[in-house]
Structures are given as C-alpha cells and as structure tokens.
C-alpha cells in the first residue's frame, strides 16, 4: 500500500529525519513506515456544550486506530456552538470547513475520522472532507437523552419556542418556564428533538459516510463508544482501499439523503448544508431537486418538530434503518457507503419496534413530507417550506403583509397593541439572508404578535430571508431568494401589499405588478439594516458567499482541491 504520508516520513534524507523526529513522543519505529495516519477531526469544545463529549469518543476511535495497525492523530478543529454564537454558528460554516480541509491537506493524513454534533459541526467537517478527498467516516456525536418536566417530555428548542410563547399568550406563568430550564439538558449530546443536529447526523448515515447503525446511537449510550472504536478500525481499512468521499458521496447517496431528509421529517437546514457538500464534489444537486426527490414521501418519524417524541425513542424504535427500509424502493440501489456495500444492503433485518414513533409507509404520519421549494414574483431563485412542521390551513393562503425591515425593528414594534395586523397577515421579515444578516441567522420563525397569541393564534404565514432552526415550527416560508439584501424583490414589498401563499401550485407572490415593483425606491429601514463589514472574515464572507439556494458557501470554495501535490517545506 503506498500512504499519501510516505511522501513526509518514508527515505534517509533529511525533511524525512524532521518530520519523523518532532513525531517521536514515545511511538515505535514502525510507527512511520507503512501504517496509516489517521487524524481524528474533533470539534471538541466546551463552548459547543453539544460535543464536548466527543474526546471521550475520540479516545475510543484511537483505540479502534491502533487495533487496526494505524496511527490515530487527535486533530481540533474549529468547532462552532449553536446557542451562544452570535450573531450565528452559520457565519463561520464555510471558515470551519476550510481549516479543517487546510489542515488535513498540509499534514501527513492517510484518512480522517469526523468527530461533529451541534448543527454546524457534521456540515463542515463533510464539506472539508468532500473538498480534501482523503477517505473519511463520521462519527455523530449523538443526541441528548430525553428531558422532561412536569411529567412531559421536553424537546430540546421545540419546547423553548413553544412555552415561551405559552408565555406570552399568558397560559404559561414566567416562573414555571424558568423552572423548566434545568430540564432541559439532561445528559451530554446535541438537542434531541429532530432538529439540524439529529438531521445531519441522521444524513451523514443516509448519505454513506458513517458505520452504519451509528448515527442516532444517544451520546450517553455506551454503544455509541463501542461504534467510535469500529469506526477506527474501519478508517484504517478504507485508506487501504482507497476509498473516498468522492466515491460515496453521488447523486445516489443525495437522493438517498433527501428521502431520508423527508421521511424523517427533518431541518430545512439541511437544504443549504447537502447543496454546500454537493457543491464540493462538482455534483449537480439543485434546491428543485429536493421538491423533485423528497416531496411525495412520506413522514415517518413522530418527533418533534414534527410530532411528538424525541431522538432516544427514535433510537429506541428501530432507528433510521427501520424508517429507511420502510422506503428502501426510492432509495438509490448502487449509492455506496463507506463499508464499500451499498446503504440498502445494511437494511436487512431492520425492524419497527414501537409504531408511535416510527409509522409504516402504508399509514404515514403525513403522505408528503418533503419539502417544498416555492417560486414567484417573491422568490425568482426559490425559497422553501418544511408542510411537515406549517399548519394544513395555511398551506394555500392569501394575506396582507406586514413588513419588518430587521430583527431589532420587529422586537421594538411585535407586541404594540397599536401594530395593525389580524390573524390573516403575512409577517414579513427581510434582510436576514446571509449577506444581509451576515450568516443568515435563524429568525425566520418571527415571533407572533402578542394581542393575537392572547386570542389564541398560533400560527401565521411569515416569509422571510433568513432560516429557521430546525427545532421550529410553523407556516414558514424561508431562505427566499435572491435575498433582500442583493435586491431581491422582497426587498420591495411594502405593509399593505396582499402576499399569496400556494405551496399546492409552489407559489410565493406578490400582488404588485413586476414594473411597479421594480420602480419603487429601496426601503431607507432595509438599508440601514444591512451589514457593511470592512476587515476579517465576515468582510470576506459578505463579499463572496452564495445564496442560500445554492448553498451559501463561499464562491471560491465551490469545488475540490484534492489532497495532491503539496510542496516540501524545507
Ligand atoms: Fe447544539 Fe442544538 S444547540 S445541537
Ligand atoms: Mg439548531
């Protein structure tokens, strides 16, 4: 076998006697001749509280390295934590992704295990990897285990969201919400609700690139451990075979991915990640293909969001092989996985253990589960909604909108009793796409007015540039593109104008001939509001990321690299 990392440690000469010598911690001589180095790719943090388990899952993967006859090399990445980044984790996707792919093409690496969790982390560390093409596998850190207060279970965000909002409407008193915050994190892991975390971890299953059986497998539960230690062994087999993210990662495993995406009623997050890794490898996925692919199948999975329970009665239920099988005819026959036999292979034996968590495809949770991908004269480049987690009677709707030119601005104006808007209003909220708000923040779920929370509301259209997390709900149109700040025409629409919903026919429009549209003068509030970063990053992020409908990735990171070709040092 000849290892990438003979070109640094193999021969007599001297950069060989450097490199090996500064290795020398006490590894024996074989350690450098014809064992493979895999690095452990670990976003470890303790300020990404959701993977700060993962050293104890890296030391595992170690030993799995060294049983194999490999050499496990602990690699920190740049991690990113959901819950205390501002003004979001998504800003710093794209810069995780390419010091990660940086860092393993600069170094001696044979192969790379993925250590990621909290929702940016898997995005990133797949997109590194699919840039880099050196074998890799991941390792999902797995979610929390099920919290619960007053009896009920509490779904990490989901439940946030809800009884905040109790609270406004006045059915929840503020003291009793505040108790339930130390409920709400009961173990280590990521949010267990099927939000970004559990979809990409579940995706990274479907797309081929983990053991399979892992993803899912709860952060506390001591199999996850005895997987992390297979999946060292298996990082060692694959630089043996040769095998790469770009031989797994194909149109069949997207599909593979997007049915799961629907099936598991998961995050429309993971929109803008799959076209992100996509974009990587040169394949050709489109936002129209998610429509194309995932709408007609149909909801499986009663978690929350969508319905009712949380990732450890998924696990518990059968797991995503179980809902997997269940569509296992629209699954892609050849998309390999990094075991080098296709993913519906690793389906046999699968089997539903409690059917109120995992429905059979002949009695769905819901018959069209995918999500929608909206055009019109709002959203000339697309925009999507998750009809999973949106109301059924707002799914065909027409309203009057009442426009928000920023976050601060629809906090400041929300709950005035004087604001004029009914039940039937669409909420605009604008400039949040991810040059706008740089990052694209997750305020697309806007909160309701609380005079109609009161009146028992709880739920209304809202159109907006931004995201929505993955634990939120409603009838929510987002990542409308091109966004507001590149002079979408949402950056036109005024308070007043009648908004027309139809995910039927997959329209968003507006009631303003195009012309008019087209003449009226920017929005002073609007511009006020856009970023204007003058150095760093976010500098070199506003001036080149993508839309969100292809992927908010940075122009010049669309594409591969490869792993070849690095020059000597000395
Ligand atoms: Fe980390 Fe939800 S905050 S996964
Ligand atoms: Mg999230």
């Not at 470890?44 to 993977?51: E, R, Y």
């Amino acid at each position: 076998m000849s290892l990438r990392s003979s070109a640094w440690y193999a021969g007599q000469d001297r950069n060989a006697y450097i490199h090996r010598a500064w290795m020398r911690r006490g590894t024996p001589d074989d350690a450098f001749t014809g064992r493979p180095q895999i690095a452990i790719a670990n976003t470890a943090s303790d300020l990404t509280p959701c993977n700060s388990h993962l050293n104890e899952v890296a030391e595992s993967v170690r030993q799995g390295v060294w049983a194999a006859g490999g050499v496990p090399l602990n690699l920190p990445v740049v991690s990113l934590g959901e819950t205390n980044m501002r003004p979001t984790a998504m800003l710093w996707r794209n810069m995780a992704a390419m010091a990660t792919e940086e860092m393993l093409r600069a170094n001696p690496i044979d192969g790379v295990v993925l250590l990621g969790g909290c929702d940016k982390t898997i995005p990133s560390l797949l997109m590194a990897a699919a840039s880099v093409d050196l074998p890799a596998v991941v390792v999902p850190g797995g979610p929390m285990l099920n919290g619960t207060f007053r009896g009920v279970p509490l779904g990490c965000g989901t439940d946030v969201w809800r009884l905040s909002e109790e609270v406004r409407a006045g059915t929840l008193p503020a003291a009793a919400f505040l108790e339930s915050e130390s409920s709400m994190i009961r173990s280590r892991g990521h949010c267990n609700t099927m939000g970004t975390a559990s979809t990409m971890g579940l995706l990274a299953e479907a797309l081929g690139m983990t053991l399979p059986g892992t993803a899912g497998l709860p952060a506390a539960d001591s199999r996850l451990l005895a997987r992390a230690h297979e999946t060292g062994r298996l990082a060692v087999e694959l630089v043996g075979a040769g095998r790469r993210p770009s031989e797994v990662l194909t149109a069949g495993s997207f599909r593979n991915a997007i049915v799961a995406l629907a099936a598991i009623g998961g995050s429309t997050n993971a929109v803008v990640h799959l076209l992100a890794i996509a974009g990587r490898l040169g394949v050709p996925l489109t936002l129209d293909d998610f429509d194309r692919i995932g709408a007609d199948v149909p909801l499986l999975v009663n978690l929350q969001p969508a319905g009712q329970f949380l990732m450890e009665d998924l696990h518990r239920a059968g797991g995503l092989a179980a809902v997997l099988d269940q569509v296992a005819d629209l699954l892609d026959p050849d998309a390999v996985t990094v075991t080098g036999r296709p993913l519906v292979e690793h389906l046999a034996g699968a089997a539903i253990w409690d059917p109120d968590v995992i429905y059979t495809r002949d009695a769905p949770l819901q018959k069209q589960a995918g999500i929608a991908v909206l055009r019109g004269n709002l959203a000339p480049d697309g925009a999507i909604i998750k009809p999973a987690a949106a109301s059924e009677h707002l799914l065909v709707h027409r309203g009057r909108a009442v426009v928000f030119d920023s976050v601060e601005e629809l906090h400041a104006r929300i709950d005035d009793p004087a604001l004029d808007v009914d039940a039937d209003s669409v909420l605009v909220l604008r400039g949040c796409g991810p040059r706008g708000y740089p990052g694209m923040p997750e305020v697309a779920n806007l909160p309701l007015p609380e005079k109609l929370l009161r009146a028992g509301v709880r739920d209304m259209v809202r159109v907006c540039d931004g995201r929505m997390s993955g634990t939120a709900y409603g009838t929510v149109v987002l990542h409308v593109a091109p966004e507001a700040a590149v002079g979408g025409p949402l950056a036109k629409v005024r308070t007043g104008d009648w908004i027309t919903l139809d995910v039927t026919r997959r329209r968003l429009d507006v009631d303003v001939p195009d012309a008019e549209l087209a003449a009226r003068a920017p929005s002073p509030g609007l511009t006020a509001a856009l970023a204007r970063p003058y150095r760093g990053w976010e500098q070199l992020y506003v001036s080149t990321v993508t839309g969100a409908d292809t992927g908010a990735d940075l122009d010049f990171l669309v594409g591969a690299s490869g792993h070849d070709g690095v020059r000597e040092s000395y």
